[in-house]
C-alpha cells in the first residue's frame, strides 16, 4: 500500500534538502511538490526557483576542475 501524498512535507523535504546542499535533491522534490499540488497557489514561484537552482547546479559543475 502506498502512503497518501503529502504536498507539504513534500515541500519541506525540498526546503531541508536545498539547506544541506543536496541541490538535485531539492530540485526533485519541488518537482514532486508541483505534481503533488497542481492548485498550488504558489506554482509558478517554485518552477521559478526550480529554474535558479538548476541554473546555479550548472555554474557550479562548470566552475569545478576537470577530472584527472
Do not use: C, M, W
Not at 525540498?14 to 535533491?25: F, H, M
Not at 508541483?34 to 492548485?39: D, G, I, K, P, S
Amino acid at each position: 500500500q502506498r502512503f497518501a501524498t503529502l504536498p507539504e512535507l513534500t515541500y519541506n523535504l525540498a526546503l531541508t534538502s536545498e539547506r544541506l546542499g543536496r541541490i538535485s535533491d531539492a530540485v526533485e522534490y519541488y518537482r514532486t511538490y508541483l505534481r503533488e499540488a497542481q492548485n498550488a497557489k504558489d506554482t509558478e514561484t517554485v518552477r521559478a526557483h526550480i529554474a535558479e537552482l538548476t541554473a546555479v547546479k550548472t555554474t557550479d559543475r562548470s566552475l569545478q576542475p576537470a577530472a584527472r
